[in-house]
């Protein structure tokens, strides 16, 4: 093993840990809400804009649909969204934020913010790593292949 790879040095490793980090921080906050972080994403995405397809939820989220439909079987069997067929091409489901589904945004919206005051970082300094990460993961996928 070479002496200069070391797992702490690793970017790949502090990006997993930043993110297992952030998701444990997240699931007693999101446990209040009856909800997980993949369904939080969902919720959110919808927030930002309701009536999506399952396709453009994937996208937007970076998920297979075998991920995405599990997700949104269980948020519609706790009566936050619901899926509808199109009548025009029944292979399109778009999914639609119920009475239920839209009333957590309040709390919902908040827990960003709680999250960044926890990182004892500046919105700044957050939004630059942010960039920094997007940037990163773009260039990882563009070479990839």
Known sequence: MS????????????????????TGYYRPLLDRLGLTYPQF??????WEADGRTVTALGEE????????????KRLEAAGLVERRREAADERVV???LTEDGKALEKDGCEIPGTIAAASDMTVEEILALRDQIN???????????
């Open 61 to 72: 989220l970076d998920l297979d649909s075998g991920t995405v439909s599990p997700l949104l």
């Open 94 to 96: 778009t999914v639609h």
């Open 41 to 46: 994403l969902i919720l959110v995405a919808l």
């Open 135 to 145: 940037r990163f993961t773009e260039s990882i996928r563009k070479n990839t292949n």
């Open 3 to 22: 002496e200069t790879l070391r797992v702490r040095e690793m970017a790949c490793f502090a990006l997993h840990s930043a993110a297992r980090a952030v």
